[in-house]
Structures are given as structure tokens and as C-alpha cells.
């Protein structure tokens, strides 16, 4: 069965220091995609950043950056520079598909990592 | 347009009231979900829409009744619910494309008395 697991529920950062998320999954497919999720106290969810499993480069956007190592299967979230209005829930998120055709996708989701960032 | 839009933003409901949460979506996708979050756990899903037709039901109690009148509306029509069917229920949409990002509305707040 694909799970999930985010070991940390909690973590806190320095404002301006980085900061990393463990997030470690189990699959038994090659070729998949991987989430970061980010849920601010306002409870809208956004997402964070996303890995294609084929692609070997870690994606990055702007201050998030992941390490992605697929044959730990593991898939950590750095944030560098860490700002106030980062703090919300960060949950790891991996879409296992329940029909071929498209939108027939099941988002399992870690039980989440509360950042708090401290002025 | 990027973004996903629900009513009410919150909702207080006796035992055996029946009514209605509302989802819309104005960016083309051809797929919306319903999830269930309870405080401090990550979303449930319950009902995924595809093509306006129902893909996946997540064995939800028939108290729960989706419907999707057309490609951006989805409706969660509520009736009988339990206390412990309060939750926030978020509705998100997606192109139907395998991988992709699911947007989020900002949810419905529901107390059941």
C-alpha cells in the first residue's frame, strides 16, 4: 500500500535561517509524482512545490527546494531564507492514481509538519 | 482565474436539517474533489469528479450525496449528519491529468449540533 510518513509534527526556524521537512513515502510504481503542501492558518491549501520521480534533478522554486532520493524514498523540503508567512502546516503528499484515465487520482497525504518560524 | 471558490464559508446544522455546500471553479478543470479535514489531521478525500462524472466514491455514508451540475460546479448535499461529521470540507479542482496540481478552495466550516 502507498503511504506517507512525515516523522516530525513539529518543527520551528530562526526568521531568515533554513529549515528541512522529512517526508519519506513507499510505492511499488517507477514512475510517479510527489507533493509539498502548504496549509496556512487561514486553511487554504497551496501547493508548495512538485517532483516528477523520472526526472533526477530536485525541483526548486524560488526558496523551496526538495531533496529527492528515489531509491530511499525519501523526499525532504528545504526552505532557505525562512519568513514569517511561511509558518503554516506542510503536508507530503503523493497521488496514487485509482483509474488510468486521468482525474481519477487519490491525493495520500502525510499527517503533516507545523512549522512555526520565530521573529 | 485561479481560483476555487466555496459557500458558505461556515455552517451550523441541527441532526435533520438537510442542506448544501457549494464548490466553483472558473479555470477549465475537468476534475473536483471533496475532502473532509478534521482539525489538525491532513484531508480525507471523499468523492472525486471527472468529466462531471463520479470516479471515485471513498465508501462515504450515503448521508453524504455529491452532485457536479456541470464542469465548474460541484455540490456536497448534506442530510442527517452526525456530530461527528463536523469538519472543514474543502472542495479542490485539477486538470484530469495524471500528476496534477489540485487547487484548493478555502473550505466550509461545519458544526453539526
Known amino acids: 500500500a502507498q503511504t506517507v510518513t512525515q516523522s516530525q509534527p513539529e518543527m520551528s526556524v530562526q526568521e531568515a535561517e533554513t529549515v528541512t521537512l522529512s517526508c519519506t513515502y513507499d510505492t511499488s510504481e517507477s514512475d510517479y509524482y510527489l507533493f509539498w503542501y502548504k496549509q496556512p492558518p487561514s486553511r487554504q491549501m497551496i501547493l508548495v512545490i512538485r517532483q516528477e520521480a523520472y526526472k533526477q534533478q530536485n525541483a526548486t522554486e524560488n526558496r523551496f527546494s526538495v531533496n529527492f532520493q528515489k531509491a530511499a524514498k525519501s523526499f525532504s523540503l528545504k526552505i532557505s531564507d525562512s519568513q514569517l508567512g511561511d509558518a503554516a502546516m506542510y503536508f507530503c503528499?503523493?497521488?496514487?492514481?485509482?483509474?488510468?484515465?486521468?482525474?481519477?487520482?487519490?491525493?495520500?497525504f502525510g499527517k503533516g509538519t507545523k512549522l512555526t518560524v520565530n521573529p | 482565474d485561479t481560483e476555487v471558490t466555496q459557500t458558505p464559508k461556515h455552517l451550523v446544522m441541527g441532526m435533520t436539517n438537510k442542506k448544501s455546500l457549494k464548490c466553483e471553479q472558473h479555470m477549465g478543470h475537468r476534475a473536483m474533489y471533496w475532502y473532509k479535514q478534521k482539525a489538525k489531521k491532513p484531508p480525507e478525500l471523499m468523492f472525486v469528479y471527472s468529466y462531471e462524472k463520479l470516479s471515485i466514491n471513498e465508501s462515504v455514508p450515503s448521508r453524504f450525496s455529491p452532485e457536479c451540475p456541470n464542469s465548474s460546479l460541484l455540490n456536497l448535499h448534506l442530510h442527517a449528519l452526525q456530530p461527528e461529521d463536523s469538519a472543514l470540507y474543502l472542495c479542490?479542482?485539477?486538470?484530469?491529468?495524471?500528476?496534477?496540481?489540485?487547487?484548493f478552495g478555502p473550505g466550509t466550516r461545519l458544526t453539526v449540533l
Open positions: 479542490a479542482s485539477s486538470q484530469a491529468v495524471v500528476g496534477d496540481e489540485q487547487f
Open positions: 503528499a503523493y497521488p496514487r492514481i485509482i483509474h488510468s484515465q486521468g482525474g481519477s487520482e487519490k491525493l495520500v
